[in-house]
């Protein structure tokens, strides 16, 4: 039973990790991306390959998986959102992200194979450690300090006070001469980022594989819904409620049925707080 608990709090925190990116690109763009999960594949799949293929050491790793997510990041808002928000209120950006994350996910199955590999061990440890293994306390460990160290970034910076203007309200941004473009492409890049990071922190648990995006972006938006759009404490609470409830579901009846429960998860919070656990009605998306 406890390695249920751990496990699932482990995959539960790499889902609060995506719905904390999510948040970043909401908050100046009011884009829920469909890329947003394959940030953290990337990092997955490009940390793996600079580990254990280029044998690069660990944290010259985590450098290149969080650039290529920052890359990724930059060309999500270039080629499937920037065009969209200048021509339609639409949600376009649905379609556009979707097709750019299917684009890329194909990609990386080409190149690097359609099965799942497995990621580098990041530090000395042996195998049999259970409990302590650093493959379940990694993903903790980091969806804590990214949403302390957001929370820091919003309050303490220049740029995370523009970016919670931008979330308040866009148009009075832009009528006092922020460049609101520029700040939306710069919250991209820290998205692509930190998604490179989740990926990395989380291989060992979710392995090397082209396909673990969309299910990244399905269960992280979940989280994100549950906690409440905007909230990082929401976010790590929704993260942690349905990994717990997936690991428990699979533990009782089986994994076949952890999207049920997690889409079940889903619709009950909306029906009874459509807000999410911790949002409110006027979202300020920090």
Partial sequence: MGFVIVSGLAIGMVFAAVALVYNVMYSTSKVL????????????????????????????????????????????????????????DEHLWLLSTLALATMVQQAVGLWWGTEPKPFPRLLPQDFGAGLADQKFWLPIVLA?????????????????????????????????????????????????ALGGLAGFAAG?????????????????????AVGGLGSNVGALIGGAALGLLNAFASYWIGGEYQNTVAVGLLMLVLLIKPEGLLGSRNVRPV
């Fill in 33 to 88: 991306s469909v890329t947003t999960g394959h940030l953290a594949m990337l990092g997955g799949v490009f940390g793996a390959w600079f580990v254990a293929q280029l044998q690069w050491p660990w944290f010259l790793g985590l450098v290149g998986a969080m650039a290529v997510g920052a890359a990724f990041g930059w060309l999500t808002d270039v080629l499937a959102i920037r065009r969209v928000l200048a021509r339609s």
């Fill in 204 to 224: 060992q648990l979710t392995f090397a594989y082209f396909a673990v995006g969309l299910s990244l972006t399905l269960n992280g938006f979940i989280a994100l």
């Fill in 144 to 192: 804590v300090v990214l949403a302390i160290g957001l929370d820091l970034f919003y309050r303490r910076t220049l740029y995370g006070k523009l970016f919670v203007a931008m979330s308040e309200d866009a148009f009075a941004a832009r009528a006092r001469g922020v460049s609101t473009d520029r700040i939306r492409e710069m919250s991209y890049v820290l998205s692509g």
